[in-house]
T-cell receptor, first 112, second 114 residues
Framework: KQEVTQIPAALSVPEGENLVLNCSFT??????LQWFRQDPGKGLTSLLLIQSSQREQTSGRLNASLDKSSGRSTLYIAASQPGDSATYLC???????????FGTGTRLTIIP | DGGITQSPKYLFRKEGQNVTLSCEQNLNHDAMYWYRQDPGQGLRLIYYSQIVNDFQKGDIAEGYSVSREKKESFPLTVTSAQKNPTAFYLC?????????????FGPGTRLTVT
């Protein structure tokens, strides 16, 4: 059974710093991996989708990498801003399965 | 303006009552999903539908029911059989249900049952 882990559960970083969020998964047979952002009391916003054949994806200050063989993904946020404060979730879609498996998220706080 | 809408944003019900949560999308997506989110836990899949008039149970379907009579709509009914219905419910959709496509989420409905 696929399991997705995000450590740490919470992270505080001063404004302006670059940071990395981690995601690990137990089964490398995946279609893709998605990173989402969730603000308190809100739905999820898709940030980046990495297909299994890709190594990374970039969108603005965000860069997500995927290493299937080691079961790891990272989300790199450059020049962090207070508006980046949110919970970041990763999720994988296993092969032969239409269902996303989610991690429990990392709650990020950017300190002004 | 394309997207997914969920209503209402907050819902309060007495124990023993059934309640229906609305989810509508105008993205022309074939697949739709219902998730439940509880504090400290990842999202868990309740039901999903890849095509009109067809749906499958997810990991925690007991106490819930759904219908998919129109491509745009996927309502979720929380029945009195659901033991712990208080939670944040999220609806999502994707172009196809093959797993290869990005899922888009609605704003959620917070259900409180007392």
């Amino acid at each position: 059974k696929q399991e997705v882990t995000q450590i740490p559960a919470a992270l505080s970083v001063p404004e302006g710093e670059n940071l990395v969020l981690n995601c690990s998964f137990t089964d490398s047979a995946i279609y893709n991996l998605q990173w989402f952002r969730q603000d308190p009391g809100k739905g999820l916003t898709s940030l980046l989708l990495i297909q299994s054949s890709q190594r990374e994806q970039t969108s603005g200050r965000l860069n997500a990498s995927l290493d299937k063989s080691s079961g790891r993904s990272t989300l790199y946020i450059a020049a962090s801003q207070p508006g980046d404060s949110a919970t970041y979730l990763c999720a994988v879609t296993p092969f032969g399965n239409e269902k996303l498996t989610f991690g429990t998220g990392t709650r990020l706080t950017i300190i002004p | 303006d394309g997207g997914i809408t969920q209503s209402p944003k907050y819902l309060f019900r007495k124990e023993g009552q059934n309640v229906t949560l609305s989810c509508e999308q105008n993205l022309n997506h074939d697949a739709m999903y219902w998730y439940r989110q509880d504090p400290g836990q990842g999202l868990r899949l309740i039901y999903y539908s890849q095509i009109v008039n067809d749906f499958q149970k997810g990991d925690i379907a007991e106490g819930y029911s759904v219908s998919r009579e129109k491509k745009e709509s996927f309502p979720l009914t929380v029945t009195s059989a659901q033991k712990n219905p208080t939670a944040f419910y999220l609806c999502a959709s994707s172009l196809l249900g093959t797993g290869a496509y990005e899922q888009y989420f609605g704003p959620g409905t917070r259900l409180t049952v007392t």
